[in-house]
């Protein structure tokens, strides 16, 4: 795989540092994974902007300047375990698969698990588990997580996925109705309870129960 022109990854990365993504760490790991296997078909060409783009199934890979803070928020560390609800294109999954130990990415449309896996295995990501699921409910029999992260917009954040955080783990999570503005939200868990904080409003699609219908 060639990968985008220095110019092109050159732009890529100042447009994330411009809207935020200051983390050494985390601008490394956005710089080794390429967006573009992510992004198919007619917006290929545009794999390189800061913009969210359709994927199958009627979904969208999320910019990347989001991915960035999303992953920021996190605070992911070399020997996490890492849930994220909503695998879409992968790209996020990817993303974590650089800074965590291993990441469980888990979505409603089995194409989509399809075609990301394919990805993570060319790009030889190998400590990444991608499976069809209702991520609402969470990976019981994975948890619980040092992190997780949920990339589609929930009313709430959804009780069986606190219930799957380890204390001290953090979950970041876009609130608020769906097709309105949401906000990004920050969940830490103490030995106590659960505290609370906004990070930014964002547009996500929402978080759905059941899986889609498979195509
Ligand atoms: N993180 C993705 C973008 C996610 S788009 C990326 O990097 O490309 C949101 C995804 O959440 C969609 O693929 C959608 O199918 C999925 N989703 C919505 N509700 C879900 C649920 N209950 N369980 C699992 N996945 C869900």
Redesign the pocket.
Same mark, same amino acid.
């Given at each position: 795989m060639t990968g985008p022109a220095a110019e092109t990854k050159m732009q890529f990365l100042f447009a994330l540092r411009s809207r935020g993504v200051t983390e050494r760490r985390v601008l490394n790991a956005m710089e080794e994974i390429d967006r573009g296997p992510?992004v198919r078909g007619l917006f290929s060409e545009r794999a390189y902007e800061d913009m969210p783009l359709p994927?199958a199934?009627g979904?969208?890979?999320?910019q990347p300047s989001v991915?960035g803070i999303m992953t920021q928020a996190l605070q992911v560390s070399p020997r996490d375990k890492v849930l994220?609800?909503?695998? $879409? &294109?992968?790209?996020?999954?990817a993303i974590l698969s650089k800074l965590a130990r291993r990441v469980y990415t888990?979505?409603?449309?089995a194409r989509?698990v399809r075609e990301a896996r394919v990805i993570f295995e060319a790009q030889g990501l190998v400590n990444i588990t991608a499976m069809t699921?209702? $991520? &609402?409910y969470g990976l019981p029999d994975q948890a619980p997580f040092d992190r997780i992260i949920v990339?589609?917009a929930a009313e709430d954040p959804p009780g069986p996925l606190l219930a799957q955080l380890k204390i001290g783990g953090i979950m970041v999570v876009p609130v608020g109705q769906s097709d309105t503005v949401q906000t990004l939200i920050r969940v830490r868990r103490s030995e106590t309870g659960f505290d609370y904080d906004e990070i930014r409003p964002v547009r996500?699609?929402?978080?759905?129960?059941?899986l889609?219908p498979d195509s």
């Open positions: 992510f994927i199934c979904q969208t890979i999320s991915v994220e609800v909503g695998t $879409g &294109s992968g790209y996020q999954a888990v979505d409603r449309h989509l699921i209702d $991520g &609402s990339t589609a996500f699609v929402p978080l759905l129960e059941g889609g």
